[in-house]
């Protein structure tokens, strides 16, 4: 049975102060959520700090990116073995954001996605479609492509034996829409349907989360969904009652 996880990216925000005090709401009520694994993807410079107060927690620490080099003369990056060294335990690989911001393409995240796995890194996949390809008709094109990318690079699609994915509807991230949980189910179980056609029990073990402006009032019946296992969260997870109430729902 797969067990839901709800992810928080905290993206380009916070503070020393504030990311302290989030960190110690999220720990204040965690207890209270027994059933859902809970993970937390600060930014690099704040993961020694998040590190420490997580320690002996049920709150497992990610990072929002990572480099596809280990080592070597690339100015600026942040590789796989160095996370792994901060106790990172999942990494968000191919954020929209990465893609249609920074022009990231598809082999540039498998090989992400390939350097995660190296250092034994849960990489949390990230895809979805722009509201212009969803009005053409090619969201399962565009899903299949990225899919594939790391299939074809990473040893098969035994490589999402460890790994989750997540399903981001690029239209509704930041804009308060989300996708009605019949939409996001027909996704996802797309999703799972694709993977099966390379693995059918790695595709049954494969969390498959959802990415697209989940708040709290609408997280449970969400993740009520048949192939939705959880969430990860943008803004919501900057507020730690919220996002509280989002890991209850899982």
């Given amino acids: 049975m797969r067990r839901p996880l709800v992810a928080g990216n905290w993206k380009l925000n916070g503070s020393m102060y504030s990311i302290r005090k989030l960190t110690d709401e999220i720990l204040a009520g965690i207890d209270q959520i027994p059933h859902a694994e809970v993970a937390v993807c600060p930014s690099y410079v704040y993961l020694p700090v998040v590190q420490t107060k997580l320690q002996g927690s049920q709150v497992a620490l990610g990072a929002q990116d990572v480099s596809d080099k280990d080592e070597g003369a690339f100015t600026g990056e942040v590789s796989a073995p160095m996370l792994k060294e901060f106790g990172v335990h999942y990494c968000i690989i191919g954020h929209s954001e990465r893609r249609h911001i920074y022009g990231e393409d598809d082999v540039l995240i ?38 594939d990318a790391i299939v074809e690079l990473v040893e098969g699609a035994t490589a999402f034996a460890h790994a989750v994915v997540a399903y981001e509807p690029v239209w509704a991230i930041g804009t308060g829409k989300t996708a009605i949980p019949d939409q996001a189910q027909a996704v996802h179980g797309f999703i799972r349907k694709h993977l099966a056609s390379y693995d059918a029990s790695v595709a049954n073990e494969t969390r498959i989360l959802y990415g697209g402006s989940v708040k709290a009032d609408n997280a449970a019946e969400l993740f009520s969904q048949t192939d939705i296992d959880g969430g990860l969260i943008g803004g919501a997870s900057l507020k730690g009652h919220e996002f509280l109430a989002i890991c209850g729902a899982a």
């Avoid at 498998?110 to 008709?137: H, S, Y």
């Fill in 110 to 147: 498998a090989r992400k996605f390939a350097a995660a796995r190296r250092a034994g890194l849960l990489p949390i996949l990230c895809v979805g479609e722009t509201l212009e390809q969803r009005e053409q008709g090619i969201t399962k094109q565009i899903i299949v492509r990225q899919l």
